[in-house]
């Protein structure tokens, strides 16, 4: 039996294919390349020996995605498509909604039709809004903030849903942290494009000489050193994380979220410090003001992936300082 990755040619669907395909797993990828490349493809296939079947196609393309869990065989999806910028779903949120929120009914119908009940969704811990508490843990209260984190929030409460109407379907939302990191092969990677948003293509960016320094977003928060706290997961950890998913969702009907994080807050500037620790180099920064929306601190409680996925992040933030920087030198 096969998985649908949609939005595998993206930074987490990859990495998340390249384990899929090592473990033995068939997978195909549908994408419509509107954050990525068809190139990431042949580069799977370059990473894992296996041909990567694709399919280029919007996933509100119903019968396209109908066709394709049938062609295919496909009895998981792994849902990954969609938009992510928070900044920029404030300024567009109909292409947010569009996309993130219409692209995942049309998904939906397309598994209705044709008798696919098992889903692993992309969610993002921004569905707990301003934490409450720390760690975070599953039962924190949900809100949201912008157009982005709404429509994650609208997805989870639709997926609950659908997972109530039936016992047919098997979902889990998988609230990921602060994603970083790369493939050992250097091969796969972010890209973002234009001026990266976050701290670690930013970094990257600087420490390849590709901009001069960095800007530290405030250090006056109530945190060690003052500046933020994350809670970085290796993407492979994530991707990992994805593989048992996919082998809970398939014995567990109803709905789930689960945390995907470390455990473990990092500040910027211990960051920063494992960055030059990975580049042999000093990182160029510079306090300026905190950007407006930022919280001081966020991070994970992962007891229940632990408990219900028996998966748990092992790497640490040399190893996603060092990825980063190999891709970001491949590039
Ligand atoms: P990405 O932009 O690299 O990957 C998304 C992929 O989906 C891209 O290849 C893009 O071309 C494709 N895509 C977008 N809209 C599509 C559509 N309508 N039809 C078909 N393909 C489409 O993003 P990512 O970082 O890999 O994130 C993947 C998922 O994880 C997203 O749903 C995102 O919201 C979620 N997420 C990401 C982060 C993060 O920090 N990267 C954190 C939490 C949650
Ligand atoms: N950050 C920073 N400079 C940058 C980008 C980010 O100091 O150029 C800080 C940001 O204020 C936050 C942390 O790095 O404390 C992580 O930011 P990112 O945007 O990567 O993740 P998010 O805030 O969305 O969790």
């Known amino acids: 039996m096969t998985i649908l990755v949609t939005g595998g040619a993206g930074y987490i669907g990859s990495h998340v294919v390249t384990v899929l395909l090592a473990a033995g797993r068939k997978v195909v990828v549908l994408d419509n390349f509107c954050n990525s490349d068809p190139s990431v493809v042949e580069r799977l296939e370059r990473i894992t020996g296996c041909p990567v079947p694709l399919v280029h196609s919007d996933v509100r393309d119903r019968e396209r995605v109908a066709d394709t869990l049938r062609r295919f065989g496909v009895d998981s999806v792994i849902h990954f498509a969609g938009l992510k910028a928070v900044g920029e779903s404030v300024s567009k949120p109909i292409e947010y909604y569009g996309a993130n929120i219409q692209g995942t009914i049309s998904l939906l119908e397309a598994m209705q039709s044709e008798k696919v009940g098992q ?27 912008n157009p982005y984190g709404r429509s994650k929030l609208h997805i989870e409460e639709m997926l609950k849903d659908v997972a109530l109407a039936s016992p047919s379907w098997k979902i889990v939302c998988l609230r990921y942290f602060n994603p970083v990191g790369a493939h050992a092969s250097g091969l796969i990677g972010e890209d973002p494009a234009g001026i990266p948003n976050n701290l670690m293509p930013f970094v990257a960016q600087v420490a390849t000489g590709q901009r001069s320094f960095l800007r530290v977003f405030g250090q006056d928060y109530p945190t060690s050193d003052g500046t933020g706290v994350r809670d970085y997961i290796h993407v492979m950890d994530l991707a990992e994380g994805h593989s048992a998913a996919l082998r809970f969702v398939a014995d567990h009907p109803g709905w789930n979220a689960i945390n995907l994080g470390t455990g473990r807050g990092t500040s910027v500037l211990e960051m920063v410090s494992a960055f030059e620790r990975a ?31 028996g998966w748990q992040a092992t790497r640490g933030v040399d190893d996603m300082c060092s990825s980063t920087l190999a891709w970001q030198k491949n590039r």
């Open 119 to 145: 889903l692993v969704f992309s969610s993002s811990a921004t569905v707990y809004g301003d934490p409450g508490y720390l760690p975070i843990d599953e039962s924190h209260p949900t809100s949201a903030t």
């Open 279 to 309: 580049s042999g180099r000093p990182i160029p920064h510079e306090v300026v003001d905190r950007r407006p929306g930022d919280i001081a601190s966020c991070y994970a409680d992962p007891t229940l992936a632990r408990q219900l996925l």
